[in-house]
């Protein structure tokens, strides 16, 4: 199985495919952002066999509650709150998976909790079931899922289309949004900035194609810059005709294109 329908097995509840061996070599493509995917998943796992031995007395480690509650201890929490942090906070998978590995390390302090009280029918009970089995399942999609997203850059092209009804219901006094045009004309303010400067660069930055996005997503933004001056300017019916024709949709429009045109040749080439 290739590593990329691996992760998308996990995501899709295939336990079954999950549990299928990666073809050799590609493990070495679960790395992105400075954490291969994989062997974040596969030491999260061991989290149960871990406080299994602890709980059973077979346990060479002296694991204490204060550390494995907390959840910047870890690899995968000390990545979280590094480069993770950095490179996909614009990402609300990011911060569920922040907030769900959290809750797992809580659950996990829960289950050496009660086997340091000695009471071992507890501690297994707790690490079989409810809220740390449910938790460890999370995180575990999560994980994957972000690994998908950091691969295809879904997440930031739909952040990039939500620009129009972003600008259109600040246009017509709906949005709750206090943008500014200093802001919304930078090309590395927004998710898909972020993204382009970031994970985006990191796997396509060598690629023409990829060029093209940048420097269409540049332009973009000094157009969406534009129409948010001219709302603010209280000029409504210009800003919102801005919206409909001439430089903002035909910026939009490139920008998608660009997107679609770098992945369509990323799948060609195998």
Same mark, same amino acid.
């Given at each position: 199985?290739?590593? &990329? ?6 995501? $899709?509840?295939? *336990?079954?495919?999950a ?5 050799? =070599?590609?493990?070495? =493509?679960?790395e992105?952002?400075?954490?291969n995917?994989? !062997?974040a998943?596969?030491a ?10 602890? /709980?059973?007395? !077979?346990s060479t ?11 910047? $201890? ?5 990545w979280i709150?590094?480069? =993770? +942090? #950095? ?17 797992f390390h809580?659950?996990? +302090? ?5 086997? $340091?009280?000695?009471?071992k ?20 999609m999560?994980?994957a899922?972000?690994?998908?997203i950091?691969s295809?850059?879904?997440?930031a092209?739909?952040?990039?289309l939500?620009?129009?009804?972003r600008l259109?219901?600040y /246009?017509n006094?709906?949005s ?5 045009? #200093?802001?919304?004309?930078? %090309?590395?303010?927004?998710?898909l ?5 970031? /994970?985006?660069g990191?796997? &396509? *930055?060598?690629?023409?194609a ?9 332009? &973009? ?12 300017? %209280?000029?409504?019916a ?6 409909? #024709? =001439? ?6 429009d ?10 369509e ?5 195998g």
């Amino acid at each position: 199985m290739g590593m &990329f329908d691996w992760f998308k097995s996990i995501v $899709q509840g295939d *336990g079954k495919s999950a549990a299928a061996p990666v073809a050799p =070599g590609d493990e070495k =493509g679960a790395e992105v952002g400075g954490l291969n995917f994989k !062997t974040a998943i596969d030491a999260h796992l061991k989290w149960k066999t871990r406080l299994e031995t602890y /709980i059973n007395g !077979t346990s060479t480690e002296d694991l204490k509650v204060e550390v494995v509650s907390r959840d910047d $201890q870890c690899p995968l929490g000390k990545w979280i709150y590094d480069k =993770g +942090g #950095e490179k996909y906070g614009f990402s609300e998978t990011f911060f569920d998976m922040k907030a769900h590995h959290a809750n797992f390390h809580r659950c996990a +302090g829960s289950v050496l909790t009660a086997a $340091q009280a000695g009471d071992k029918a507890t501690a297994t009970s707790l690490l079989h079931g409810g809220d740390y089995l449910k938790a460890s399942e999370r995180v575990k999609m999560l994980l994957a899922r972000m690994f998908m997203i950091a691969s295809d850059g879904k997440e930031a092209i739909d952040a990039h289309l939500m620009w129009k009804k972003r600008l259109q219901a600040y /246009i017509n006094g709906e949005s709750k949004e206090d943008l500014k045009v #200093e802001v919304v004309s930078r %090309d590395d303010q927004c998710t898909l900035g972020h993204w382009i400067n970031g /994970i985006g660069g990191e796997r &396509f *930055g060598h690629l023409p194609a990829f060029a093209v996005i940048k420097s269409r997503h540049a332009h &973009f933004h000094r157009c969406a810059g534009e129409v948010l001056a001219t709302a603010q300017k %209280d000029n409504k019916a210009a800003a919102l005709h801005m919206l409909e #024709e =001439g430089a903002y949709p035909d910026a939009s429009d490139q920008v998608a294109a660009a997107i679609v045109d770098l992945f369509e040749r990323q799948k060609a080439a195998g």
